[in-house]
């Protein structure tokens, strides 16, 4: 992406172009009216529908698919993806083996008529993790029989290697298990995971609110995939679009470059015209808050000269004596603390000498 310009690339995988990086799950809502207007808000033009939503034999022909409408078209969740033009990419959510997700696969090409599938195949059901070598197994097998394989995966780098090289057209590592919300527990493995694949890297599960969606792009992912955190949010429609703008954000903050980390503070202001000690040999605590113009002896604005309000002694002396012997105990003390740290004592410009040996002013 071009970091000097505020429009992104198009987001392209299996060769086919789409504008928005944000890919929508549509489980976890039963209101298909708010499910509507939550991935109208979301902007997405991909989203994941399990294949026991659909009656088989039904969405081919018709759009109402989805066996709970009643048959009524316009109010099945197939009308809703064909009606705002939203593709439709099924899954094998709730497959145990490779040979589960094989025949779901099929059922699914079959009844939405698309060779794209999103694989899950799962280890088991406490943790909903994927299960590795079922996964491979299974992309391999869908691969040779024509299919465009998202596979769902751990964040395990190596896996996903071994995922892109069984000719998987994406792989999607979690972020965290499904519908957890724990936001990207691994950054650092799926930042390697982003940098070493030639396929595109879609964050699959665990997001839970937009910081972590904006997370996932600015570790290098070309798009996020999410549904819990928005379908279980308290308002589904507004997380839609915080989610929307999160990854637009994330892509663009990637593009234009992070600073460095720094172990220490590094100023942006510049030094000219600051404040500088009226006495040079006075105390630091004792210094006045005087200009530059008064510190080289120019009157105030009333036309008297400065007042010499900030010497040792002159503050010493308006002091009572238990006050001076408390100050006394304290600077002792400091002194001592900074002669036994093991940290060296702080650097100031101000009392820095110079090259040539004279305070820097």
């Known amino acids: 992406m071009n970091a000097q310009n505020t429009q ?9 172009e789409l504008s928005s990086r944000l890919i929508m799950g549509t489980g976890g809502l039963t209101d298909l009216a708010m499910l509507e207007r ?9 989203t994941t529908v399990a294949l026991r939503r659909f009656a088989p034999g039904r969405a081919a022909s018709s759009p109402d698919g989805d066996a709970s409408s009643g048959g009524r078209p316009q109010d099945s969740l197939y009308g809703i993806l064909r009606r705002n033009g939203i593709r439709v990419l099924p899954n094998t959510a709730g497959c145990y083996t490779a040979r589960d997700a094989l025949l779901t696969a099929e059922l699914g090409r079959e009844a939405l008529e698309t060779d794209w599938v999103k694989l899950e195949v799962i280890a088991d059901e406490d943790t909903l993790l994927p299960d590795g070598v079922e996964l491979l197994d299974a992309t391999e097998k869908l691969v040779r029989r024509g299919f465009t394989v998202f596979t769902y995966t751990s964040d ?9 090289d069984a000719g998987a057209s994406a792989v999607m590592p979690l972020g965290a298990p499904i519908g957890t919300g724990l936001g990207i527990l691994n950054p650092h493995n799926i930042e390697l995971i982003a940098s070493r694949a030639s396929v595109p890297v879609v964050l699959d599960a665990g997001i839970g609110t937009a910081s972590e969606a904006a997370l996932a792009m600015e570790l290098g992912c070309d798009a996020v995939l999410l549904a819990s955190a928005v379908t279980r949010a308290r308002d589904p429609v507004a997380m839609a679009q915080a989610m929307k703008h999160a990854v637009q954000a994330g892509r663009l903050a990637r593009g234009a470059g992070r600073i460095a980390r720094r172990t220490h503070a590094l100023a942006s202001s510049p030094m000219a015209g600051r404040i500088v000690p009226a006495d040079d040999d006075a105390p630091r605590g004792d210094w006045p ?3 530059v113009a008064e510190a080289a002896g120019e009157p105030l604005s009333g036309g008297e000269p400065a007042p010499d309000c900030g010497t040792a002694a002159s ?5 009572s004596p238990e006050a001076s012997q408390g100050t006394a105990q304290r600077e002792s003390g400091a002194d001592s603390e900074r ?3 093991s940290y060296p004592a702080p650097r100031d410009v101000l009392d820095d000498p110079a090259p040539g040996g004279s305070p820097i002013r």
């Open 8 to 16: 992104d690339t198009p987001f392209t995988v299996a060769g086919v």
């Open 38 to 46: 939550a991935l109208t808000a979301s902007g997405t033009e991909l």
């Open 156 to 164: 395990d780098p190596v896996l996903a290697l071994r995922l892109e």
């Open 289 to 291: 808050a005087r200009s």
């Open 315 to 319: 503050s010493d002396a308006s002091r």
């Open 339 to 341: 002669a036994t740290s």
